[in-house]
């Protein structure tokens, strides 16, 4: 767990003791893991094949590329770290990349078929 994720969990932590999660919708009540109703039609059905086959869409692929990148940095000796960095700057180019074409797509009424 990188320090990041460690203040987060902190703060979620925190504020569980001091009961701020108490008053949110559904509190107690078990999540509903099959729920795909965030998800666009179009894309339900190929979000579903790749659950299926154990399988994350690339952009999720990359953020855990990273995560475990940003792990093994936390420990390398300096000639290690700079190669690692590279790697995340890439994996996180990568991302961001991806990210525009999914907000252009998303933005662009004709490029989109219900």
Do not use: C
Request: glycine share 4%; charged share 30%.
């Amino acid at each position: 767990m990188n320090a990041f994720e460690r203040l987060a969990e902190q703060r979620i932590l925190e504020a569980m003791a001091n009961g701020e999660f108490d008053n949110l919708p559904g509190h107690g009540r078990p999540l509903n893991w099959e729920d795909d109703s965030a998800i666009p039609a179009r894309l339900r059905l190929s979000f579903k094949i790749l659950k299926n086959a154990n399988l994350l869409p690339e952009e999720m692929q990359l953020k855990k590329d990273v995560a475990a990148l940003q792990e093994q940095l936390a420990g390398a000796p300096e000639a290690e770290s700079q190669r690692l960095r590279r790697q995340i700057r890439d994996l996180e180019t990568r991302f961001h990349l991806l990210m525009e074409r999914h907000r252009r797509y998303l933005s662009n009424p004709a490029s989109r078929h219900e």
